[in-house]
Every structure is written in C-alpha cells, then in structure tokens.
C-alpha cells in the first residue's frame, strides 16, 4: 500500500468516520491538513483531527486556506498521487489541484447534479425535500462538476435535521471511500461523467441569513428551524428587544391561518410534566409552531418549565424587522 501517496484535507465532522476507516484500513496517507484552532472555531461542524492523527502517527498541518503558499508547499513537498478534500470550505484553484498526480477525491452532500453548490444539506431541509443523498467525485474547476466516482441515496423524514443528515453524510462518505481505497492502490482512477442538470448553483449562506419569516407556513418555519440548529449558528428572531435562536421546534397540524393573530404571535404557552413537551405556541402565516428551545445572545438557554413561563402571550416575534420593512416600502 506504500506505493500510492495520499493527502487528507478536511475540517468538518463529515469527514472523520471516513479518516479513521481510512487509515484502520492502512490506506498510504501521509499527512492531514486542517484549520488552524482560531479559524476551526468559526467553522460550523468543525472537528479537531489532532488525537485521530496521533493515534495513527500521522502528520497534522494547521493551515490557513488550502490555496495559500503554506499549503501549496507542504502539498508540493509531499507530492500526492491523490489528495482526499473531504469536509472543506473552500474550492482548490488550478494551481493546487496539478500537484496531485491521479487528482483530487472530493464529496459532496447531496445527488448530484442535483443541489449543486453551496450548504446543500440546509438547503434542502429548508426547502422540504423528501431524498437527499451524497457524491463522492473527482475534483474539476467547475464547481461540483466533476466525474462521478460513487453516489448514495437516503430519504429525508420530517423528524430529520442538518445534524441527522450529516451524520448519514458521515456514514456514506465512510462507505464510498473505502470502496474506493483498492480500486486505487491497483491503479485504477473510476468516475463516470457527471450529466450537467439545468438548476442554478445553490448560493452561499451566511448566519444573517437565519431571521425567521413568520408569514411563512408553518411548515416552512419547522424546516428552516430544523435546516439550521446544531452544529450550524441556528435561525434567530427578536422578542421585547432580545435576539432568541430558535434550537428545537415542534410542528402541530396546520388548520390554516388563525383569525386574529398576526405571523409571528405568542398564541401562548404549551404546558406539560414533561419539560421536552414544554414551549410557546407561535402563529405562522398558516398554522403555528412550538418552540421548544432558545438561547440568547448571552447564551442562555431556555426550555421546559422556564420557557412556558415567559410571559409572552400577545405578544410578537420579528415585529421589529416586520416594521422595518413596511417602513421601507413606504418610503419607496
């Protein structure tokens, strides 16, 4: 197995399970790079790589960016027949990916062509799609347009949420690798063209981009909610002057729009011996949500008895952005 020369690069928890299958199985790879500590830290899903390389011996690189010149020199001195980017933030530019001789083995959460792009796992909660899935591919220039070297199919149930669906990410990008692994220590580089699908690339997302829409349906806010808690920053809205994230939401049947609420309104608490059943009941442009878990931006975290006491009822999640915008279309 010594013959082939192999890089890890990888940050995200998505990654790990494959690692270590990787290098239980005695696969040649020769150093891993990952974040630094600081940028680690800002990285939803990061997951520290340091005690897996430890047990194996391996070398850890702490970089930066995969495309500065550290990078670029550690990967030259090195010089990979394949380079794994498993679990990155970044697209590797030209310059990075000629140093790999056979190329560059990537993954991307979702089946593509579909959902190609940015945070497809969110992206597709939040959408309320019913089958997601993974590729493992050859890195291109184009973005997740590379040849198809395996691909994974699982459903995606109502009770799912981005953390569900990276673990099963997790799971199949262990299983794929490590039926790639013999295929390429015998030489051989599988793929199949990717067929190029007609859907624009999913854009990126940012953590302002979490402010729950009320006027939303129901639904729709229990997907967007269950598409960004854990391990990701988490969908957020204001009450009396307090920025809460919203972690856990439960959804109740969808009776349609309630007669004098406004989206966004404590309907009022949601009261049981079980604190996990304990919340408040919020309006929705149609049907409701419970929410079962907040935090501040103290860090505070609110549920069970504490949450059902909060006197909220009557009054509104989100008034002060709904404001907002009605002042701007006003004044334009």
């Known amino acids: 197995m010594t013959s082939l020369r192999c890089v890890w690069v990888g940050f995200h928890a998505e990654g790990l399970p494959a690692l270590h299958a990787l290098l239980g199985a005695g696969a040649p790879i020769r150093a891993v790079l990952t974040l630094t500590p600081e940028l680690r830290a800002k990285r939803s899903g990061a997951v520290d790589f340091a005690p897996l390389c430890a047990e194996y011996a391996v070398p850890l690189h702490l970089i930066t960016g995969i495309n500065e010149p550290e990078a670029f020199e550690i990967l030259q001195q090195i010089a990979p027949d394949v380079i794994f980017v498993i679990g990155w933030h970044q697209i590797v530019r ?97 793929g199949r063209p990717q067929e190029r699908g007609t859907e624009s690339v999913l854009p990126r997302r ?45 959804l109740p049947p969808d009776l349609g729009p309630i007669p004098g609420t406004q989206p966004g309104e404590v309907l009022g608490p949601v009261i049981s011996p079980s604190p996990s059943a304990c919340g408040q009941l919020v309006a929705c442009g149609s049907g409701a949500v419970i929410l079962l878990e907040l935090e501040d931006e103290a860090g505070t975290v609110v549920h069970g008895q504490r949450l059902s006491e909060q006197a909220w009822r009557g009054k509104r999640f989100g008034a002060a952005a709904a404001a907002a915008v009605a002042a701007g279309a006003r004044d334009g």
Do not use: K
């Not at 040849?147 to 009770?159: G, H, L, S, V």
């Not at 990008?173 to 051989?188: D, H, T, V, Y």
């Not at 349906?217 to 809460?244: C, E, M, N, Q």
């Open 94 to 190: 030209p310059p990075v990916m000629r140093l790999a001789r056979i190329g560059l083995v990537g993954a991307h959460a979702s089946y593509l062509p579909h959902n190609r792009g940015s945070a497809p796992v969110n992206w597709t909660i939040m959408r309320g799609e019913r089958e997601s899935g993974n590729t493992l591919m050859w890195l291109s220039e184009g973005v997740d347009e590379g040849d198809i070297i395996a691909q994974r199919r699982f459903p995606i149930t109502p009770y799912d949420t981005c953390a569900t669906l990276y673990a099963r990410v997790a799971q199949t990008n262990r299983e794929m690798l490590l039926e790639l692994l013999p295929r390429l220590l015998a030489g051989q580089r599988p």
């Open 206 to 250: 940012r953590p302002a981009d979490g402010e729950i829409a009320w006027d939303a349906p129901a639904h729709a806010v229990y997907d967007f909610v269950r598409a960004l808690t854990r391990p990701y920053p988490g969908a957020f809205s204001t009450i009396d002057g307090t920025r809460w994230c919203v972690w856990d939401a439960a």
